[in-house]
């Protein structure tokens, strides 16, 4: 089972993947963890490029091919093999990032989006996907907070960026909104401004809900 976890900066996804793969654990399931950009050798080479800000001088355009070279590694050194063997793959981002930060943001055609995802997944989709949503201003508050333990605090007043950079942000919740409208049978939109125990329960309960599904459906086939 193939499980993908989405939502903007600050939302939690760490915490709460790491929540639900000791759940799945405790409930007997092999669990693998993963990520993106990166998550096999050759996608953590590509990830340093693309953080490192060395390709950004490109466009986003090429930021999109790279990711898109990043995933296929991924999928086929990692994620399948890691299906094919009855692990249940938890990832931190995966294609509807690349929707919503290249695509929606990035201003990139969609024909084009969708060319390079098809490639790049070679037919593997996610059997869920979790989206954490919250206002944007909140989750970059919570990113900017874990970010100045080992920084000076900035100031509190946002400046011109900053502002800019809020609207970008929420433009980007609501496209992830957006992606689970269009697609309900494979998305879950759960609330991430709670406490982490009630986000991680409703998190559980979606996952066991699909996981029931398929073996109902192996035990009737």
């Not at 193939?2 to 000791?22: D, H, M, N, P, W």
């Amino acid at each position: 089972m193939f499980v993908t976890f989405e939502g903007g900066e600050g939302v939690g996804k760490s915490t709460q993947i790491r929540l639900l793969a000791g759940a799945l654990e405790a409930h007997g399931h092999a669990v693998r963890i993963t990520r993106e950009p990166g998550g096999s050798a050759g996608a953590e080479a590509v990830r340093h490029v693309i953080l490192s800000g060395a390709a950004e001088s490109y466009g986003v355009r090429m930021e999109a091919l790279l990711f898109a070279a990043a995933r296929s590694d991924h999928v086929e050194t990692v994620i399948r093999p890691a299906l094919e063997t009855g692990s249940v793959v938890l990832c931190d981002r995966f294609m509807d990032s690349s929707r919503v930060y290249q695509g929606i943001t990035g201003n990139l055609p969609e024909r084009l989006i969708d060319g390079l995802e098809r490639v790049a997944i070679n037919g593997l989709r996610p059997d869920i996907t979790i989206i954490l949503d919250m206002p944007a201003a909140e989750g970059l508050a919570r990113a900017r907070s874990r970010a100045s333990q080992s920084a000076d605090v900035a100031s509190a007043v946002p400046d011109r960026f900053e502002k800019e950079e809020l609207e970008t942000h929420e433009k980007r919740r609501e496209a992830f909104l957006d992606i689970a409208a269009r697609d309900p049978g494979r998305c879950r939109i759960v609330d991430a401004s709670r406490a982490v125990d009630l986000i991680a329960a409703d998190v559980l309960s979606a996952v066991e809900a699909v996981i029931s599904e398929r073996q109902a459906g192996k035990v009737t086939a």
